[in-house]
């Protein structure tokens, strides 16, 4: 029990805002952001598709979708940045939907995706909830596979290697590649929307993906966000207290290709340093990074990935 202890205390945080965000107090939009890792952000990955969810006394639907090519570079920042995240990032979260993921701060991102879809669409979502590929991967194990309009099956087996990759090689548009993760959204939604899975292998799958700090959810309705807040789906920076130092290793891939797939990473904490002294405690960070992509991967890649 100790291992997902943290997801489930996440999932159950989530559930005091089921009744709201499913419209049992009235209407509510709820934006979808499905956060790609093959190009990574503070904030689990890249946003790449989009999706605006209609509830209404226990109805849903999807009721607009969209990619991050709807979405043009605003001319100016569509809000204003705290100075401790403008002093590292500049304004760029706040001028590409791309980016705004950048900061490990998700009540901001959320912010700022609301801020920017009701800047092109004229609506404002209540919510935001994020999700990557690894956590569809999961819902899938409880749904069962999707058929996709372009005839491709995805399960949980395979889930995360198409969305993350074989999109990439086998539509080499960029817009077509944006209509696959539409019709992977929508179908995905579909199933958990239609019922006739076993609920319990669905909530065992969201609370591994919340312990993995794979979902994000933001409200901006204050006492919603009361019930997120010190949960793992709040999404802000770890915070350190007189009797322990938290740390965080965080990445952002600024050089727009999908190469992050190749990405393997490991992180190792040492406390203690030389000499040892408890009024000068030093820790080493120690970060491991390694490509696995194959060597010949700049002639065989599309370009879009490398």
């Known amino acids: 029990l100790a291992p997902v202890s943290g997801g489930v205390h996440a999932v159950h945080g ?28 503070s904030t689990v990955g890249i946003p790449g598709a989009l999706a605006l969810v209609h509830t209404d006394q226990g109805a849903i639907s999807l009721t607009q979708q969209a ?3 709807d979405f043009p570079k605003f001319d100016k920042p569509v809000m204003t940045l705290p100075p401790e995240i403008r002093g590292i990032y500049g304004d760029r979260p706040a ?18 995706a609301v801020t920017m879809w ?33 005839g491709e099956t995805l399960s949980s087996d395979n889930a995360v290697q198409f969305l993350l ?53 933001w409200s901006s309705i204050e006492g919603e966000q009361a019930d997120i807040a010190g949960t793992l789906l709040e999404g802000t920076l ?14 952002n891939d600024g050089t727009g ?5 190749y990405l ?17 405690p030093r820790v080493t960070l120690r970060v491991t990074l390694t490509n696995t992509a194959p060597a010949d991967a700049g002639a065989t890649l599309p370009d879009y990935i490398t």
Not at 95 to 112: C, D, H, M, R
Request: with cysteine.
């Open 264 to 280: 393997a990473s490991s992180v190792e904490v040492v406390a203690g340093g030389c000499p040892v002294d408890a009024a000068d």
């Open 95 to 112: 001028l590409w939907i791309q980016n705004v993921t950048y900061a490990p701060e998700f009540p901001l991102s959320g912010e700022l």
């Open 165 to 217: 990759h074989d999109v990439y090689i086998s539509y080499p548009e960029p817009a077509m590649q944006d209509l696959v993760f539409a019709d992977a959204a929508a179908q995905v939604f579909d199933a958990v929307a239609s019922g006739g899975y076993d609920p319990v292998a669905l909530i065992s799958a969201l609370a591994t993906a919340a312990q993995e700090n794979r979902v994000r959810v």
């Open 14 to 41: 989530a559930t005091q805002l089921v009744p709201a965000l499913l419209g049992a107090d009235g209407p509510r939009d709820t934006l979808l952001l499905f956060l790609n890792n093959a190009e990574l952000r």
């Open 238 to 251: 770890p915070q350190s207290t007189p009797g322990e130092a938290r740390f965080a290793m965080l990445l």
């Open 257 to 261: 290709s999908k190469m992050d797939y």
């Open 118 to 150: 009701e800047r092109q669409f004229g609506t404002r979502p209540q919510a935001v909830i994020a999700l990557d590929p690894f956590t569809l991967s999961g819902i899938l194990g409880a749904t069962g596979p999707i058929t996709l309009a372009s």
């Open 67 to 69: 990619s991050t090519r």
